[in-house]
């Protein structure tokens, strides 16, 4: 159908509580990606799967970020404890299959606001 | 590590003039280096990779090699060109991106 698929596309928190977002990537397509973007700067990558396993999660900047794709097509990214900066819009992405010759096909963001 | 640099956080142009948005890498291996473009309220799309060597809506980008620069170029802006344009490089199973260009093209 249609793209990649974020939900949701806004949430606000508060500092201490738990958040889940959600990404939909394009049916057949074996990679996912989560990338975060902060004011000002570029997509800064955090981990991808590809199908259900986690093949580089180099990017999770602490224990309080964790994702899962259990059936190797939604994710799901978990953020515990959640601080003020960790304010930013997290992009998801698919793509057919491993390298990245091909393309990156990405969500339209979750914008995560800790009060 | 691998590192993207996009030294212009706005660059200015008039319609019709040409552009050059910058891009220099730092990465020991070989690479394989694109841009990305987000257009207003859009989301983020490829707009071309070094491999194909091709020209998407006028715009051309050469690796170079020597001096770790992968510009991209337009002959003619158009209005249509204003967004914000992201350098990324892959060495493999993940892209780094650079902190992103704003062109405006102005009349």
């Known amino acids: 159908g249609a793209g990649v698929s974020q939900t949701p596309s806004n949430k606000v928190t508060e500092k201490g509580k738990y958040v889940e977002l959600r990404c939909d990537p394009i049916s057949g397509h074996t990679a996912l990606y989560w990338y975060r973007q902060s004011l000002g700067q570029g997509p800064e990558f955090l981990i991808y799967f590809q199908g259900t396993g986690a093949a580089d999660d180099s990017g999770l900047p602490n224990d309080r970020f964790f994702a899962v794709r259990p059936e190797g097509s939604v994710s799901t990214l978990k953020i515990q404890r959640t601080e003020r900066g960790d304010s930013a819009v997290y992009l998801c992405a698919s793509s057919r299959g491993t390298g990245l010759t091909g393309e990156l096909f990405f969500g339209e963001g979750s914008r995560l606001t800790v009060l | 590590a691998q590192r993207v640099t996009q030294p212009e956080k706005l660059l200015s142009v008039f319609k019709g003039a040409p552009v050059e948005l910058k891009c220099n890498y730092s990465?020991?291996?070989?690479?394989?280096l694109f841009w990305y473009v987000q257009y207003s309220r859009q989301r983020l799309q490829l707009l071309l990779r070094?491999?194909s060597r091709e020209s998407i809506k006028g715009f051309t980008a050469d690796l170079n090699k020597g001096e770790t620069s992968f510009h991209l170029k337009k002959p003619f802006a158009q209005e249509e060109d204003s967004a914000m344009y992201y350098c990324a490089l892959s060495p493999g199973g993940k892209l780094t991106f650079g902190t992103g260009t704003r062109l405006q093209v102005t009349l």
């Open positions: 070094h491999i």
């Open positions: 990465y020991s291996g070989s690479p394989e």
